[in-house]
């Protein structure tokens, strides 16, 4: 219970978290008292620690409470915005995929259902990015959007974006 211990463990999590030592991060993350749980900063590690441990579920949970405590969380919006992101993208590659090996009408038709949520996920990818890119306006979250209005086939606003990407 010395405060002082506490300050320590918090300093060998953050220590883990930056030397990519992921599995003793998490493990430490369990010896943590409720209080240290909603530290923002602390958060922020653990959700990066999650991520690089593929554990998506509990990431999922991280980055929804840190935008929670703060909407504009960067660790937490990019986390969501590249999610959503690469679902949709894999879905829609997928969906292709199964379309080009089997054209038929009834094939169409679950294509078509498939783009539908491909298109919910790339929406959210795109509010994600576009607070993002809002407070800070990078060529990697241009890019993103570009992507994703791409998909869209709204040329206009990809090419409005990838215009941003090259400045």
Do not use: C
Not at 6 to 19: A, D, G, I, Q, W
Not at 64 to 92: C, G, H, P, Q
Not at 123 to 142: F, G, I, R, T
């Amino acid at each position: 219970e010395d405060l002082r211990f506490k300050e320590l463990n918090k300093r060998l999590f953050e220590t883990y978290v930056e030397s990519e030592n992921w599995d003793k991060a998490l493990k430490m993350w369990s010896s943590f008292d409720a209080d240290s749980k909603v530290n923002g900063p602390l958060l922020e590690l653990y959700l990066i620690a999650l991520d690089n441990s593929n554990n998506e579920v509990d990431a999922e949970e991280i980055a929804t409470k840190l935008l929670k405590i703060d909407v504009t969380n960067k660790k937490a919006l990019e986390w969501k915005a590249s999610k959503y992101f690469w679902k949709a993208e894999k879905r829609y590659q997928k969906e292709l995929e199964n379309y080009e090996k089997n054209k038929t009408n009834a094939q169409y038709k679950k294509m078509l259902v498939g783009l539908d949520a491909v298109t919910r996920d790339f929406q959210k990818a795109l509010k994600y990015y576009q607070m993002l890119y809002k407070m800070d306006p990078l060529k990697e979250y241009a890019k993103s959007i570009s992507n994703i209005y791409g998909r869209f086939q709204d040329k206009k606003k990809s090419d409005y974006y990838l215009d941003k990407e090259s400045h």
